[in-house]
């Protein structure tokens, strides 16, 4: 299987996540307390 390079474009105000995302990026708030939203995309 060949690798992939992917690269997936998203913005927005962040606003529905907006107690979670004071302090960090929207990618790196924490989920089910292990994970982080990056970790599932």
Known sequence: M???LVMI???GKGTRLAP???H???PAVPFGGRYR???FV
């Open 37 to 39: 939203i990056i970790d």
């Open 9 to 11: 474009m998203a913005g």
């Open 24 to 26: 960090r990026a929207k």
């Open 2 to 4: 060949a690798r992939t």
């Open 20 to 22: 979670l995302t004071s």
